[in-house]
């Protein structure tokens, strides 16, 4: 058995969902698939994607990304409703929220879904932001600040610490195997920037094309991190920039494989964006 990764496969691409519906059913019978998120708003589309990976993969994986809480036509009154709908629907399709530990091979592993959010600069010293020149401070160009809505939150309880607050059950507990984590959002700011040292780098834009857009502030959130490093992952796969990559840092394999929208590269520093990446068992380093 293999595990894969494969996040923001942003469906609403008629592409993208090709790229899904036509994988190989008898390729990935014995093998699990990781979706970290970002598949679609559409609650409708989303179920017939999840339906069709429960048949092509043995186990499917998922926790969402923001724009699966985006809200369409007052289809939910709020994120959290839409968030409940999601993983109600998720367990009667069979797909995964919640740690599962996968025995199909000689040395079982557990799949840990962390849920996440994006701690924003304004909301606590948990956000991974990095002060830019020129940014705009309200971000006015991100699509979430009017797409999700989290009116029904407590007084004082911001998206990040109610989804994160979601995994404390899951943090808590001892874990006797190794863990394979994931999230959609990002767990630290090592992880944002480029290396330009890598052997597989490769620079994605000679001009910045959005100069005002600060992706650090709606990045992710340390406390992620903490949530991560209690559980002792050893690999962590997250998606959210579309950048793909694969990096050890501090003991831990932090891996990206987003296919993203059809107008960026198709291919990438984790190979082929159209297909889903091997993550586990661990390539033997070169
Ligand atoms: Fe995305």
């Known amino acids: 058995m293999s595990i894969y990764l494969w996040s923001d496969i942003h469906i609403d691409f008629g592409e993208n969902l090709d790229a899904i519906e036509s994988l190989d059913a008898h390729r990935y019978q014995q093998d699990a698939v990781i979706i970290a998120g970002d598949v679609t708003h559409d609650v409708k589309l989303l179920k017939r994607c999840f339906i069709s990976l429960t048949r092509t993969f043995k186990h499917v994986f998922f926790t969402p990304g923001n724009h699966d809480l985006w809200l369409y036509k007052k289809d939910f009154p709020c994120s959290v409703t839409k968030l409940n709908h999601l993983l109600h629907m998720c367990h009667e399709i069979g797909v995964h929220t919640s740690p599962k530990l996968l025995t199909d091979e000689a040395e079982p592993v557990w799949i840990v879904p962390l849920h996440s959010w994006y701690c924003k600069p304004e909301w606590g010293t948990e956000s991974l932001y990095v002060p830019k020149q020129d ?146 068992p661990l390539s033997p380093s070169p």
Not at 147 to 166: A, E, F, Q, S
Not at 212 to 236: C, D, P, W, Y
């Open 135 to 280: 940014e705009d401070p309200e971000l006015k160009m991100w699509a979430d600040n009017i797409r999700v809505n989290w009116d029904t939150l407590t007084d004082g309880v911001t998206p990040d610490k109610y989804m994160l607050g979601l995994n404390q059950q899951h943090v808590v507990r001892e874990y006797q195997q190794k863990v394979i984590s994931f999230s959609h959002f990002l767990p630290n700011r090592d992880i944002i920037f480029p290396d330009n040292r890598a052997k597989n780098y490769i620079p994605r834009y000679v001009q910045d094309p959005f100069p005002q857009f600060n992706f650090t502030r709606v990045a992710g959130s340390s406390e992620l991190q903490t949530q991560i490093s209690i559980i002792k992952s050893v690999v962590h796969a997250y998606g959210h920039q579309h950048r793909n990559k694969s990096v050890t840092l501090n003991g831990i394999q932090y891996v990206s494989h987003c296919m993203g929208y059809p107008t960026e590269e198709p291919f990438g520093p984790t190979g082929d964006k159209r297909v889903p990446l091997r993550i586990w």
